[in-house]
Nanobody
């Protein structure tokens, strides 16, 4: 199982980023996929999760209405669209699926 995130970077408050997580080594369409984040000095937290077929999603309260998780099972990829970013969204963002973690991608929201 391999998960590779991309799309992180530095963005100003109010800006947007789209994270991608490319998966390989398992039947991507058969399981839920999720995004977590870990800010400095804080525990890793679940940000969003999507069911295998994409019919069900869940978000942590702090990102509801701003972040959208989606997946393309034909491309074995899960996305996290992040809008209206705030400094408190600064963290390393991780993709998780089938018991495995990606390496993480840094998101920094700062002016």
């Amino acid at each position: 199982v391999q998960l590779v995130e991309s799309g992180g970077g530095l963005v100003q408050p109010g800006g947007s980023l789209r994270l991608s997580c490319a998966a390989s080594g398992f039947t991507f369409s058969s399981g839920a996929m999720s995004w977590y984040r870990q800010a400095p000095g804080k525990e890793r937290e679940l940000v969003a999760v999507m069911s295998s077929a994409g019919a069900s999603t869940h978000y942590v309260d702090s990102v509801k209405g701003r972040f959208t998780i989606s997946r393309d099972n034909a491309k074995n990829t899960v996305y996290l669209q992040m809008n209206s970013l705030k400094p408190e969204d600064t963290a390393v963002y991780y993709c998780r699926g089938f018991g495995s973690w990606g390496q993480g991608t840094q998101v920094t929201v700062s002016s």
